[in-house]
């Protein structure tokens, strides 16, 4: 059972998300007025950032398929569909930053505990002509 996809990356047991972080901005144009508090004119919605902190033990429970995958995903810069537990949609998203600590090096030069932050942006619906690319990374 997948606790989240993030396009062909499932997080388990194995990709453990630890924490999940979502940032929403409403984006306002500022209008001084005089002797007044400036005005603000709603300009739409602004940008929407997630957080994904996880955990892999690959020594014990492995994960680094799973870390590879996500790292395949990031490389592409090519926008993800992003989905929870329920696999409800959340939307589409690209990997705008990935960050990987490994503690307590052991055997083969491999971190006992990986420690990885998955940033990502919301964007809209791809255009239809990306769809191979976004295929490409499902295989």
């Known amino acids: 059972m997948s606790l989240m996809m993030l396009g062909p990356v499932a997080f388990d ?4 998300p630890q924490k999940l972080s979502r940032t929403s901005e409403a984006s306002f144009a500022v209008h001084d007025v005089v002797g007044a508090a400036p005005v603000r004119e709603d300009m739409g919605e602004g940008d929407t950032t997630y957080e994904i902190t996880g955990v892999i033990h690959p020594h014990h429970f492995g994960g680094l398929d799973g870390l590879a995958a996500l790292d395949v995903a990031h490389k592409a810069r090519i926008p993800v569909p992003y989905m929870r ?9 690209v990997i705008e930053k990935l960050t990987v600590d490994e503690e307590e090096i052991g055997q083969f030069g491999v971190g006992m505990e990986i ?7 919301a964007v809209g619906t791809p255009a239809v002509g990306m769809a191979g690319s976004i295929l490409s990374l499902l295989r």
């Open 115 to 121: 420690n990885f932050t998955a940033s990502l942006a």
């Open 85 to 93: 537990g329920t696999l409800s949609p959340v939307g589409w998203v």
């Open 13 to 16: 047991m194995k990709l453990n």
